[in-house]
């Protein structure tokens, strides 16, 4: 849990990363609470400002995905989820290549514009 928690913080300084989550563990559960009072600025890039939204739902969406996700595999194996996540990976790549322009870059090559 801890690798998952702290590989999804946005890098900063390496303070957030150092500072920025507390975790427990006891014989019944495990606990992971960001730290708000030594690093405030985690709120933000939850958050988002109307400055900036890179980071924003790092932890909504990311690091509970990832956790969640981490779940499943020690409850169900890496077989049961290996032909869902390759089609996640392949998805994700696809819409990567698409945002990077790759389209376009077909479009043009047939068209012989770009010779």
């Known amino acids: 849990m801890r690798m998952v928690v702290t590989s999804n913080m946005p ?12 975790f427990f563990e006891n014989e019944h559960f495990m606990l ?3 730290d708000t009072e030594r690093v405030p600025y ?4 939850e958050e988002g400002t109307i400055f ?3 980071n924003q739902y790092f932890i ?14 020690n409850e169900a194996g890496m077989q049961a989820n290996e032909a869902k996540l ?3 990976v392949k998805r994700k790549g696809s819409v990567n290549m698409i945002s990077q322009g790759a ?7 047939a068209d012989g514009s770009n010779i």
């Open 11 to 22: 890098y900063d300084s390496g303070f957030m990363f150092m500072a920025g989550a507390k």
């Open 32 to 34: 992971c609470k960001y």
């Open 42 to 45: 985690i709120i933000y890039n």
């Open 52 to 54: 900036s939204t890179k």
């Open 60 to 73: 909504r969406k990311q690091t509970m995905g990832d956790l969640m996700r981490h779940e499943s595999y």
């Open 86 to 88: 390759d089609k996640a």
């Open 103 to 109: 389209m376009e870059k077909i479009r043009s090559e």
